[in-house]
């Protein structure tokens, strides 16, 4: 990776190249993107065409009718979708959205222009599918899809994020998103598919969740966390897991079991529900709430989205809570009770801490932890002590897909506002409904792809660096795992000394439970006060 | 397709649409162009968009998907933004309005500049949305303007905006404001495209076309007005003949200029239900504005929803019962 300093030396938005974008061929640049997806995980998932292959060989070992199966699929979503047929046709080319998007920003990619990246399947779309474009070839916008042209999608729609900040600004609210998914759709009906995607959904099938972790891993991973509590608190959490009968179920992504900084927020939600009291459950079936389907297919997400509401059946739930998560708020808010509901065994969501009805989560009886803890927050029923936090300088990362999906804009600022002292909003373009995103959303979040997230989340981390020079700010919060794993990442080389975490670990932080130790230690074991951190040296 | 070409290629067909009907209507008479060949515009953009409309209405909306620019509804102390993130039909139809009368979306616009740092900054530009309103705008007043030529006796309200519209009578007759304000929003539409290195990019000739044809239209009709004058007498006498199905050309003869107005009017006409322009019938239907953000509160169907594969509790029981045994966890079969 070159130094941040230089790696958008020769980035201008501005400078378009000399050759048309129909005759530009994609260039699979280390970095910028992702492998391919293995084998075994396309046979689990009874996907097509397991195979070996790269994206930089010549022969991509698609089937010899690829060309028929891609228009089949094409015309079948044409009829399935509103918003792709309307989506094809409607577009002005203002070019509102052309520098909206982050990788746009990043790479100076004029194929990163949402405009164009939609025009990718719109220029099929009129060589096969519009009387216009069939009479007047070229001159009517139309190109024919060739393998080059399958190639390229395969390129920039695994290099977009589905993060619809383009939809915000576009006058007609062409989605972006939608068409990204759609081109997925199709690409892996002839086998393409990035493994960053494909083996997160397979492990998903198998074991419920993302990293494939086995029941008796999670609890092991789940006591590991108590004790972690115990420790710093010397509060002995019980953890409800797989438990019948209790009366909310959780569910949160599996990004907050392995990894740091996500396993302090999972420790946030351990310690906020013992306090209560809840009775609530574990699962070790739906043991994940994001859903890699999302960037995989339609019949994807319903097919892992499946186990929450069969789980929560199976233990007899009232309501289900779900834990900060992008793109599983996505899921859930957009697409879960059409796609495995009615949810009419449950009930509509009421908090028996403060018996406030969710009048919003009544038909997918699935409330936001945002939602639930503001609302603790704002009844009283919580002891803070948001000057555990002072040390912390804290902005907000609003995910993109809670914010543009679902619009959960102001509880998680409610939470933050209650649970610390400093907190600093980053310029408004950047924010709330105009946020951007991490850049490794969708699956894009992986390694060897790291020069284009990187690229990405400039304008995110720029945001970032703007109030860290300007208000000292030293953390990031969000609520989405991915984010808090790839914005890591990102801060490091954008913005250097601003830690990423979620919103219930400082809640966690700033919780006073009952019995507790005098706790002087943060949930990253790390002294509360910087004086006392001096003292112990 | 180059840039250049994507232009020069739809400025052509203009010009040629334009020598056409100059010459045209020497040479095949004026009822061809003044009769015929309107009637035929008429009724394929009448069927045109009405099918378009129809088409695109029997698609199915699986989802609800509405892109939420603003809080949604929660909990009762939380304020939501009924028009940014609708909850209800009123919320709904609020933000349509600003979407279809204000151009809300493009109100929100802004230029991202990325600078040495390397840095990002994002400015205010409103240009595009003030070019869009005095284009669209000026278009409506245009078209409402022309009913005096279809209705006898004129209506009350289109005199009342002929009469504002030309209330600066800088020439005799009258120069209309909206004449202007349509030029200049359809100018800097074109110059916008053209100089903006990526918007030139990205531009095919279906986006020059349109501009390039409202422009003749436009300058069309304010030369017939302005310059080269026609019996306005006779217009009206045609226009109202073909409204009410007893089409006659006049007695007294039009000059060639009405012929190119009407010949290029005719062509938007038949162009426009195949084209980008059905963006005006399109916005309506776009599932990402239209719905409201109720998603968690109010059941909503997939018509074609279908069954999947799916990997139960009990098979993932099978695939781990000892495991699970082992570490405490209860299982449904011992």
């Given at each position: 990776?070159?130094?941040?300093e230089d790696l ?15 005759e ?16 075994k995980n ?8 397991p ?6 060989d010549e ?6 009718n ?7 699929g094409?015309?079948?979503?044409l009829?399935?979708?509103?918003s792709?047929r ?31 990246r ?10 096969d ?12 916008g139309?190109?024919?899809?060739t ?13 977009c ?22 081109g997925?759709e199709l ?9 960053w ?24 991973m ?11 608190t ?5 953890l409800?897991?797989?438990?019948k ?16 900084p ?6 946030g ?9 809840l009775?609530y ?10 859903n890699?389907g ?10 892992l989205n499946?186990k929450?509401y069969?789980?929560a059946?199976?233990?007899g ?6 834990g ?15 796609m495995n ?11 028996p801490i ?5 009048e ?9 932890i ?8 704002k ?52 924010i ?20 284009m997230?990187?690229?990405?989340g ?7 660096r ?29 913005a ?11 809640l ?6 009952e ?12 002294p509360?006060?910087e004086?006392e ?5 | 397709?180059?840039?250049?070409t ?8 203009v010009?040629a ?13 004026t ?17 045109g ?17 509405p ?12 304020k939501?933004?009924?028009?940014e ?27 991202a500049?990325?600078w040495?740092?390397?840095?990002v ?12 309103m005095?284009?669209h705008?000026?278009?409506l ?5 022309h009913?005096r ?36 929003g ?6 916008r ?9 990205i ?6 076309f ?6 003749g239209?436009?300058i069309s ?39 190119v ?5 005719s ?27 109720v ?5 909503y ?14 098979e993932?029981?099978?695939?781990f ?11 449904e079969?011992?």
């Amino acid at each position: 990776m070159p130094k941040p300093e230089d790696l958008l030396i020769d980035t201008d938005l501005r400078t378009m190249p000399a050759k048309p974008w129909m005759e530009t061929r994609a260039n699979f640049r280390d970095g910028t993107y992702s492998f391919p997806g293995a084998p075994k995980n396309l046979k689990y998932l009874g996907l097509a065409n397991p195979r070996e292959w790269s994206p930089t060989d010549e022969d991509w070992k698609l089937p010899d009718n690829w060309q028929e199966i891609i228009l089949k699929g094409f015309k079948e979503r044409l009829e399935k979708y509103r918003s792709f047929r309307l989506f094809m046709d409607i577009c002005v080319r203002c070019g509102a959205c052309m520098d909206k998007c982050h990788f746009f920003i990043g790479s100076g990619d004029p194929k990163n222009m949402p405009v164009l990246r939609a025009e990718l399947m719109r220029s099929v779309y009129r060589n096969d599918f519009t009387t216009m474009g069939r009479l007047l070839g070229r001159l009517g916008g139309a190109r024919e899809l060739t393998i080059d042209v399958l190639k390229e999608w395969f390129y920039y729609f695994f290099q977009c994020t589905e993060c619809r900040r383009c939809s915000v600004f576009c006058p007609y609210g062409i989605d972006t998103a939608e068409v990204t998914m759609i081109g997925r759709e199709l690409l892996n009906l002839v086998g393409l598919n990035i493994n960053w995607v494909i083996e997160p959904a397979a492990n998903c099938f198998r074991t419920g969740n993302h990293l494939g972790i086995p029941p008796h891993g999670l609890t092991d991973m789940w006591e590991f966390m108590v004790d972690d509590i115990e420790d710093l608190t010397g509060v002995k959490i019980d953890l409800p897991v797989n438990k019948k009968g209790a009366e909310i179920l959780f569910v949160t992504p599996s990004g907050d079991y392995f990894a740091d900084p996500g396993t302090y927020t999972c420790m946030g939600y351990m310690m906020l529900f013992h306090e209560l009291g809840l009775d609530y459950t574990w699962s070790t079936y739906a043991s994940e709430g994001g859903n890699f389907g999302l960037f995989t297919s339609h019949e994807m997400i319903k097919r892992l989205n499946a186990k929450i509401y069969a789980e929560a059946k199976r233990l007899g739930v009232k309501w289900i809570i779900g834990g900060e998560c992008g793109h599983m708020w996505r899921v859930i808010h957009q697409y879960m009770e059409t796609m495995n509901g009615p949810a009419d065994f449950l009930e509509e969501p009421v908090s028996p801490i403060t018996g406030t009805k969710f009048e919003n989560a009544k038909q997918t009886k699935m409330v936001h932890i945002t939602e639930f803890t503001s609302d603790l927050i704002k009844n009283g029923k919580l002891k803070l002590d948001p000057s555990r936090n002072d040390k912390f300088r804290v902005t907000y990362h609003d995910s993109c897909n809670p914010a543009r999906a679902a619009g959960l804009l102001d509880e998680p600022r409610y939470v933050i506002e209650n649970v610390c002292n400093n907190f600093f909003e980053m310029p408004e373009n950047t924010i709330r409904e105009q946020t951007f995103c991490c850049a490794g959303g969708a699956g894009l979040g992986n390694d060897e792809n790291m020069e284009m997230r990187m690229r990405g989340g400039l304008p995110r981390a720029n945001a970032v660096r703007h109030v860290r020079d300007k208000h000292d700010v030293n953390r990031l919060l969000c609520m989405c795992a991915i984010d808090r794993a790839t914005l890591t990442a990102m801060m490091h080389y954008w913005a250097p000394d601003v830690e990423v975490g979620g919103i219930h670990e400082l809640l966690a932080n700033a919780l006073i439970m009952e019995g507790e130790n005098e706790r002087t230690l943060d949930l990253r074991g790390e002294p509360f006060k910087e004086e006392e951190e001096s003292e112990d040296v | 397709m180059n840039a250049w070409t994507s232009l020069f290629s739809a400025l052509f067909i203009v010009i040629a649409l334009v020598l056409i009907s100059w010459l045209g209507v020497g040479v095949a008479g004026t009822s061809l162009f003044g009769i015929v060949i309107p009637y035929i515009a008429i009724a394929i953009f009448l069927l045109g968009v009405v099918a378009r409309i129809v088409q695109w209405a029997r698609v199915p909306v699986p989802f609800r998907i509405p892109t939420t620019c603003g809080q949604g509804k929660s909990l009762p102390w939380i304020k939501a933004d009924n028009l940014e993130s609708p909850y209800n039909t009123w919320g709904v139809i609020g933000r349509m309005a600003l979407e279809v009368l204000l151009f809300r979306s493009l109100f929100r616009n802004t230029r991202a500049e990325l600078w040495p740092g390397p840095n990002v900054t994002y400015a205010s530009a409103k240009w595009l949305w003030l070019a869009g309103m005095l284009f669209h705008y000026g278009f409506l007043i245009i078209v409402l303007r022309h009913l005096r030529f279809f209705i006898e006796p004129v209506p009350s309200f289109v005199e009342a905006i002929s009469s504002v519209d030309g209330f600066f009578q800088i020439l005799l007759p009258t120069v209309f404001i909206s004449d202007a304000i349509f030029l200049i929003g359809a100018t800097y539409l074109f110059l916008r495209r053209v100089k903006i290195p990526q918007l030139r990019y990205i531009s095919l000739p279906a986006d020059y076309f349109p501009l390039f044809l409202l422009l003749g239209i436009a300058i069309s009709g304010v030369l017939m007005r302005n310059v080269w004058k026609v019996d306005l007498l006779a217009v009206k006498q045609l226009a109202l003949g073909l409204v009410t199905f007893h089409p006659a050309m006049p007695e007294a003869a039009i000059g060639p200029i009405f012929f190119v107005h009407l010949f290029l009017v005719s062509v938007l006409l038949v162009y426009l239900p195949f084209s980008k322009i059905m963006h005006f019938g399109g916005v309506f239907l776009s599932p990402t504005r239209n719905m409201a953000n109720v998603n968690r509160m109010e059941r909503y169907v997939n018509p074609w929803n279908y069954p999947v594969k799916v990997h139960t509790y009990e098979e993932y029981e099978d695939d781990f019962r000892e495991k699970m045994k082992e570490a405490g966890i209860p299982v449904e079969k011992e």
